[in-house]
């Protein structure tokens, strides 16, 4: 626990405010800062369209973005 209250400061989500579900949001942006797939991620998150997930999308630098949405084409593919 002291671990996720570590990763969470550092991505500044307040402790006054927390919730469950911080961890939840704060998963599915590693997971996409890692260069995990989105359509995986989906799944996994249970929604029943991608475009739900693309929320996340906003938290992510350009080349984070990029790298995103090169995952499973021709010139690049990155398995979590």
């Known amino acids: 626990m002291r671990r996720v209250m570590a990763r969470c400061e550092a991505e500044s989500i307040s402790f006054t405010r927390f919730r469950i579900h911080d961890l939840r949001h704060a998963f599915a942006i590693r997971w996409l ?11 996994h998150l249970g929604h029943t369209s991608v475009k739900t997930t693309e929320i996340y999308l906003s938290a992510l630098t350009a080349d984070e ?3 995103v949405m090169h995952v499973g084409t021709k010139d690049g593919t990155v398995t979590i």
Do not use: P
């Not at 890692?34 to 799944?43: H, K």
């Open 33 to 43: 800062k890692a260069g995990g797939d989105i359509y995986r991620l989906s799944r």
């Open 65 to 67: 973005l990029d790298r």
